[in-house]
């Protein structure tokens, strides 16, 4: 289901003024007033972000910066670190 923005017409409540959200089905009629003060809000714009890629999401800068470590297999079959704390070098 999408999730759709909007936001107050008129005054409204803090909730309205700054603008909400709202999980509905696309069949559902679009919401014209505020769930928390029902005055009257519309139905805005609301960019969506792009999906990351597998190999963005996999990367070695975005690893580190959730904390996992990545090693690679060299030709001597050791496993090298690429990225993360942990040490250099994996033997068998």
Excluded: W
């Amino acid at each position: 289901m999408p999730l759709y923005r909007y936001e107050a017409e008129a005054e409204g409540c803090d909730y309205c003024r700054k603008g909400f959200e709202l999980l509905q089905s696309i069949h559902e009629p679009k919401t014209a007033s505020c769930p928390q003060c029902s005055g009257p809000c519309r139905r805005v714009f609301s960019p969506f972000a792009p999906i990351q890629s597998v190999r963005d999401r996999l990367s070695p800068a975005n690893l580190e910066r959730h904390g996992f470590t990545q090693y690679r297999r060299t030709s001597s079959g050791a496993y090298e670190k690429v990225c993360g704390k942990g040490p250099d070098l994996l033997k068998r």
